[in-house]
Each structure stands twice: as C-alpha cells, then as structure tokens.
C-alpha cells in the first residue's frame, strides 16, 4: 500500500488551505465510493487525502426559492427523497435512484458523483496484464480501441480514448441546465456542470475543467416548469445496480402535442454527459408522436463512431432518446 496523509478540516477554507499545502498528490474525498475503490485498484495513488465531511452544512438541501441548491456533500438518497425534487423533477429524482445501490447513494455525495471517473476495464485493471490507457497513463496508448469495446462510447471519442462519462446525475443536470459552485484558492466561481467535463482529444487524463485545488461547493438546477414533464430513462445489462448502456434526460415544454422547447442528453454512450442540442432543435415547433421521438432520437446520435462492439449502442441511444421523449410527454398530460 502506498502510504498517505489523511486531514478532516471542518470548513471549506481550511479544506482549501489543506489540499493547497499538501500539494501534488492531494485529493478531496467525501462518500469515499468511488476513490477507495480506485486506490485499492491502484489506479489512483493519492498522497494526501482531504475528507471534506467534517463541513457542517455543506450537506444542505435548499428547494424555496427560484433554484434548486444541493449542498456538495448531500446524499444521492436525501436529494432523490427531497419532496420537492421527487414530486416536481422526475428527471433528477430517477437519475439518482437508478444509479449505483441504496447503501452507495446512502453513502456517496452529489458532488463526489460528479468527479467520479470512468468504469472502462482497461482504466480500472492496471494488474498484472497493465494494460496500456492514456487516462491512467498519458502517453501509454488505449487498450479498448482494438480490445473489448462493447461498453465504450460512440459520440466525443478521440484516437486517444473511447471511455464512457460513467456518471447519471451529470446527464440530468446537464439536460437541466444546472451549474456547479467551485471554492479554490482564487476563490468562489460557478460553472455550468455541461462545461465540467472536457473531450478526451489527445489528453484524456485531463477530464474536469477545474483549477488546482478547487472543490465542489453546491449545485445548482433553476426551477421550471419543465421539471415537471421529465425523466431519466436508462437501458443497462441488468435492471439495478448496473452502469447506462444508454440513458437519456428529458425535459419538455408543450403547448399540447407540440412541442415548444425539449432539454435532452445523453448518457452510456458519450465520453462526457452529451447535450443533443440537434434532436432538441429538430422537435421545437413539431408535434411529438412516435415517429418524430425516433427522428429526434437518431439527430441525437448524429456523428456517433461506432468501434468494433458498439455500433448498437447508435440504435439503443435513439431509441432510448425517443422512449424518454414519450414518458415526458405523458407527463407534461398529467
Ligand atoms: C458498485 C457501484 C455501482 C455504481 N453504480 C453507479 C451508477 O449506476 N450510476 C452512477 O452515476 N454512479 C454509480 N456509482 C458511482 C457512485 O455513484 C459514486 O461512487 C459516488 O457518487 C461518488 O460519491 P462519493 O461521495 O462517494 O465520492 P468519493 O469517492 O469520495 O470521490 C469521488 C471523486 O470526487 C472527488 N470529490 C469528492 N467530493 C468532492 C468535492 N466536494 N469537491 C471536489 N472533489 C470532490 C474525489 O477527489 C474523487 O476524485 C457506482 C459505484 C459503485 C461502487
């Protein structure tokens, strides 16, 4: 085991302060679900580690006024359960409650979610067969691209890497337009949670767009009556307890049948949560029936690179676009 410092600072300043004294090798943890795994893998190989638990407050959920507001260490289970966010926005309830188990979202923390890293075999397996991945290694080369590429991504891929964004939530909150609150040593910015993720091109170890030492404070979804005509639809290997093949979060506006704004991305099948802002300009103004879902559902995919086990994942993520499409209409006649 590699050895590594351990802090529990109780304010976000001093947490800050810790992860900037540590220097290189720090990392935040929270739910620790994710980064534990990662370090008994030995994937990631921390050597301090700044547990932002000990923050009190920093677990608030505040729905009163005219944006949602989840304190960066709620639970995916306090969030999903929140009456405000179970009964006016399916789409951020069943993006937590179809991820992961109860005793993880129990556990892990709405901002821990959004850092987590990719599920791709050849990231997570550097034993004994090593594996070349240029997300784990820079340089070293991308094993899925003429190996087992059946879960990996078809739209945002590069030469470099093909690994899925592994995360739910981001895709509803990205279909919402939800920002993320960041405190770092410059200070307290915000930042769309959609400009979180970056392309892997040819630097795939370089995911977030987060400057050094920053941290998740908050997230933050505006209110709209759209919240209300949404889902979170997800087709995976097995009902529970499994990783998106395909999801899609919908969001509707309608003036009865038709449609007067969609909010739609995607997830399971890109390497960053994917807003098809094609499929949403295809819908505005038309009405929504079955054939104009599945149209929209293939604008979602439009550019997809399938590789040598994945080309399904195209007609799965239309057709998985067109089926959450159908859902939130209903709803919107509820
Ligand atoms: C078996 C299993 C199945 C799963 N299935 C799903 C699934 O279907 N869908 C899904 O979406 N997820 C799934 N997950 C992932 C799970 O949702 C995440 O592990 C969890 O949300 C991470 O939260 P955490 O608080 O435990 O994060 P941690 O493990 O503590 O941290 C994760 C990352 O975020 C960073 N971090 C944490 N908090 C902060 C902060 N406030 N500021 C800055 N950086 C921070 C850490 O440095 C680390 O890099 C699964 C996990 C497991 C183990």
Redesign the pocket.
Do not use: C, H
């Given at each position: 085991m590699q050895p590594f410092t351990y802090v529990r600072p109780e304010t976000t300043a001093d947490a800050v302060r810790a992860f900037a004294d540590a220097g290189d090798g720090a990392?935040?943890?929270?739910?620790?679900?994710?980064?534990?795994?990662?370090m008994k893998l030995r994937v990631?190989r921390?050597r301090h580690l700044i547990d932002?638990t000990a923050i009190a407050g920093?677990d608030a959920i505040d729905t009163s006024g005219d944006v949602l507001r989840f304190g960066?260490?709620a639970a995916?289970s306090d969030v999903a359960a929140d009456p405000v966010v179970a009964g006016d926005y399916p789409v951020l309830a069943e993006?937590?409650l179809?991820?992961?188990?109860q005793n993880?979202?129990n556990?892990?923390?709405?901002?821990?979610?959004?850092?987590?890293?990719t599920?791709c075999l050849y990231f997570r397996d550097p034993g004994a067969a090593n594996f070349p991945c240029n997300k784990r290694e820079p340089g070293s080369g991308c094993a899925a691209i003429d190996g087992l590429d059946r879960g990996q991504a078809v739209l945002g891929v590069s030469d470099a890497c093909t690994a899925v964004s592994?995360?739910?939530?981001?895709v509803a909150l990205t279909a919402m337009d939800a920002e993320v609150e960041?405190l770092g040593p410059g200070g307290t910015r915000t930042l769309a949670v959609a400009d979180l993720y970056r392309l892997p091109g040819s630097t795939p170890h370089d995911e977030f767009a987060?400057e050094p030492g920053?941290?998740?404070?908050a997230v933050m979804v505006p209110k709209t009556p759209a919240g209300a005509a949404s889902t979170y639809h997800?087709i995976?290997d097995r009902e529970s307890?499994?990783?998106?093949l395909a999801s899609a979060a919908v969001a509707l506006e309608m003036d009865g049948e038709r449609v007067t704004r969609a909010r739609i991305a995607l997830g399971g099948v890109a390497t960053r949560p994917w807003r098809a802002t094609g499929a949403e300009a295809a819908l505005a103004g038309a009405d929504l029936t079955p054939e104009t879902a599945l149209a929209a559902g293939h604008a979602a995919l439009e550019g997809a690179t399938p590789g040598r086990h994945n080309a399904f994942k195209i007609e799965l993520g239309a057709r998985t676009v067109a089926d959450a499409l159908l859902i939130a209409a209903e709803r919107s006649r509820a």
């Open positions: 990392r935040y943890i929270a739910g620790g679900t994710t980064l534990y795994d990662l990631e921390p932002v920093l960066a260490l995916m993006a937590l179809k991820a992961a188990s993880l979202r556990m892990a923390t709405i901002g821990g979610n959004l850092l987590q890293r599920r592994p995360g739910d939530w981001p960041l987060l920053e941290m998740v404070t997800k995976r307890y499994a990783f998106a």
